[in-house]
């Protein structure tokens, strides 16, 4: 089992940032592969960034490259996303998850049925 706690969303404008952190438990953390999505209002939950294990790899969907940056603390059991250049578009509840199954795996993956475990949840809101 792995628990996942989102923190750090809220309302910014145009053009601000906001950082958001999720804290695992439950499995050691550094041996597998972190994940951020969101979901807009009436929209699917979508992909946003991806981490490795040890955090040498990253992946970002389109959108989101060169203004989010996915990052991991495994002595602190955390994945962050820092979120600059927001825009109204990113508004949406951000969702950290974890794979867990995939033991240090080199896949890093995008999808959402690759995640096992998900937090609770972080509202993030871009006013224009």
């Known amino acids: 089992q792995v628990q996942l706690v989102e923190s750090g969303g809220g309302l910014v404008q145009t053009g601000g940032s906001l950082r958001l952190s999720c804290a695992a438990s439950?499995?050691?953390?550094?041996?597998?592969?972190m994940g951020w999505f969101r979901q807009a209002p009436g929209k699917e939950r979508e992909f946003v960034a991806a981490?490795?294990?040890?955090?040498?790899?990253?992946y970002y969907e389109d959108s989101v490259k060169g203004r989010f940056t996915i990052s991991r603390d495994n002595a602190k059991n955390t994945v962050s996303l820092q979120m600059n250049s927001l825009k109204p578009e990113d508004t949406a509840v951000y969702y950290c998850?974890?794979?867990?199954?995939?033991?240090?795996?080199?896949?890093?993956?995008?999808?959402?049925?690759?995640?096992?475990?998900w937090g609770q949840g972080t509202q993030v809101t871009v006013s224009s």
């Open positions: 439950g499995r050691t953390f550094s041996n597998y592969n």
């Open positions: 998850a974890a794979d867990p199954k995939n033991f240090r795996g080199i896949v890093v993956p995008t999808i959402q049925a690759a995640y096992d475990y």
């Open positions: 981490i490795s294990w040890g955090g040498g790899r990253t």
